[in-house]
């Protein structure tokens, strides 16, 4: 097969960086890094073996700069309130398109390319992130053979020194103190974005706080699964003074008295990183399902992963690598613009988590194995 020639966008942020630590070591991988920072690029390329790099604006992407290559991934962000600038770039340049968007807004626009991507042959995948592309293959594996699904729950709680960057921060602020549109109850309904703030277990990792995001997964579990009481979305940090903060700073948006948290974003993230030494290095991802099993009685599972070493920011970037790795293999998805919700299986993942040092577990009937 010829060299699949990739252009990272974002390269030098958070997630940007471990994709490009992982694909750099694929086989027929073409890879150049952009972002906006050339020093910082630079840097990266080196350490990395020498890449080559490319200055981009994300926000000003045109289909000139796409020209050449054979697949853009947009790793930058944050999705939210974003421009689909990259898209129109890709279309443009009859450039395949995949992203790690997060942004509920912008990932339930993605079919309004649909048109535009299957006139110019390219494929659009939207969300090839934990979320929806892990946690669909994830419920599928679990409820493969079941009869119906009840209820979902699904919970990411990274360790508070992993790294963080200003964009995951801005997306998080962006919904705090918001109205989040859940499914609770068979129905729809609005609640506080970092409200219902509770403690959740997370078997062979410990307590942790979580409170309700606002993400495209909310949206996409239901259509995808048709959950007949709830599908939840959760998320937290590990410190107290972190997490409950948030919670107290998110009051004064939930009664009014102010738009938004979105313009701290840099304080606070400088708070957040004053605080890093104190917690773990331990991540974790928890997705809870119950349902009617394959002979219609009541089923309940659960799928567990546990990151440690501050290996948690790889696993976002992780279901990017495997659409890339189809690319590579003459298996791109057919032309048209989508989510990337039950476009994966969880084995394409399996062995990036081994490699990684990063373990899952399933629990199916209280009793503990691998999947």
């Known amino acids: 097969m010829a060299e699949l020639r990739v252009l990272l966008i974002g390269a030098t942020g958070v997630f940007g960086s471990r994709l490009a630590e992982r694909a750099v070591l694929e086989p027929g991988i073409a890879l150049t890094l952009a972002a906006r920072d050339r020093a910082k690029l630079e840097a990266l390329a080196a350490r990395l073996g020498g890449l080559s790099v490319q200055v981009i604006d994300r926000e000003r992407t045109t289909g000139a700069d796409l020209a050449g290559f054979d697949v853009v991934v947009d790793a930058a962000g944050p999705f939210q309130a974003s421009a689909p600038s990259v898209i129109a770039a890709a279309i443009a340049a009859g450039v395949h398109y995949i992203d790690l968007a997060d942004g509920r807004d912008f990932v339930a626009a993605i079919g309004d390319h649909d048109a535009a991507a299957k006139a110019a042959g390219v494929s659009l995948t939207c969300g090839a992130s934990s979320i929806p592309a892990l946690s669909h293959a994830v419920i599928d594996a679990l409820t493969a053979g079941w009869k119906g699904i009840d209820s979902i729950r699904i919970g990411i709680f990274p360790g508070n020194r992993a790294p963080r960057g200003l964009a995951v921060v801005q997306a998080i602020l962006s919904y705090v103190g ?74 004064p948006v939930r009664w009014g008295w102010g738009r938004s948290l979105r313009p701290a974003s840099r304080p606070l993230l400088a708070v957040a990183k004053l605080l890093l030494p104190f917690g773990s290095d331990v991540g974790a991802m928890d997705v809870i399902v119950h349902g009617r099993g394959a002979d219609g009685g009541p089923a309940k599972g659960r799928w567990t992963l546990r990151a440690d070493g501050n290996r948690g920011p790889y696993v976002p970037v992780l279901a990017t690598l495997a659409m890339l790795r189809r690319f590579q293999g003459g298996q791109a998805p057919e032309p048209g613009a989508r989510a990337c919700a039950g476009m994966l299986t969880l084995a394409e993942s399996e062995g990036d988590f081994a490699a990684l040092g990063i373990a899952t577990c399933v629990e199916q009937d209280s009793l503990m194995h691998k999947l």
């Open 178 to 251: 918001h109205p989040v549109r859940v499914w609770r109850g068979g129905r729809w309904t609005d609640v506080p974005g970092w409200g219902m703030t509770q403690r959740w277990a997370v078997p062979g990792v410990g307590a942790r706080w979580a409170s309700v995001c606002d993400t495209p997964e909310q949206d996409l579990l239901v259509a995808r699964y048709a959950p007949r009481r709830s599908a939840e979305f959760f998320a937290g940090m590990e410190l107290s003074l972190l997490h409950l903060g948030l919670a107290v700073l998110a009051l």
